[in-house]
């Protein structure tokens, strides 16, 4: 039952730059939210962005939501190493069923 | 991981031999799931409960059982019918189901 799908699947960049993923999924949402996993750990709560956003900002993390294109991007400015870690968005669809992950993105910043 | 906490770290599992991996929590959380990942995969939901003494199966229940006795536990038995149990798995919580995702630390099953 996938519903999200992360592009690229990996990404290196240096430290400094900014990184994007993006998450595409197929049906209607009310909410999308973005996770972090660090390798061989439990996955943690970034960020939630409702149907009704079209941005959200946390920090160093930017969220866009482009709901006719079924879309969302996840920025971080200004990367450091500490962000190497997986990615993954998640949605909510209509019903009372559990979020659905996609596969994620694999984020390497090179100090 | 704070509030959900999973037992043990790694674990051990015999051919033929059942195995039960621990998830508690703390954070009056009525829904808990269960995740196996892959190496450098997604998630793929086991089973999930929205409410104590009841549960659901997910995308890949096969070879596997869980309990909800207690709203604090939701213990996962990976049985000698999963042959290829090899993974790591992940417990989460929520306040109810479509809410933000709690995680433990997870738990590496190899086979011996």
């Known amino acids: 039952s996938q519903q999200g799908e992360e592009d690229p699947q990996a990404l290196s960049i240096q430290e400094g730059e900014n990184a994007t993923m993006n998450c595409s999924y197929k049906?209607?949402?009310?909410?999308l939210q973005w996770y972090r996993q660090n390798s061989g750990r439990g996955l943690v709560h970034l960020i939630l962005?409702?149907?009704?956003?079209r941005e959200k900002h946390s920090g160093r993390l930017r969220v866009t939501l482009d709901t006719s294109k079924k879309s969302s991007s996840l920025l971080i400015t200004a990367s450091r190493a500490a962000d190497t870690a997986s990615y993954f968005c998640?949605?909510?669809?209509?019903?009372?069923?559990?979020?659905?992950f996609g596969k994620g993105t694999r984020l390497s910043v090179i100090a | 991981d704070g509030g959900i906490t999973q037992s043990p770290k790694y674990l051990f599992r015999k051919e033929g031999q059942n195995v039960t991996l621990s998830c508690e929590q703390n954070l009056n959380h009525d829904a808990m799931y269960w995740y196996r990942q892959d190496p450098g995969q997604g998630l793929r939901l086991i089973y999930y409960s929205q409410i104590v003494n009841d549960f659901q199966k997910g995308d890949i229940a096969e070879g596997y059982s869980v309990s909800r006795e207690k709203k604090e536990s939701f213990p996962l038995t990976v049985t000698s019918a999963q042959k290829n149990p090899t993974a790591f798995y992940l417990c989460a919580s929520s306040q109810a189901v479509q809410e933000t995702q709690y995680f433990g630390p997870g738990t590496r099953l190899l086979v011996l």
């Open positions: 962005i409702r149907s009704n956003e």
């Open positions: 998640a949605t909510d669809t209509s019903g009372n069923t559990p979020l659905v």
């Open positions: 049906t209607s949402i009310n909410n």
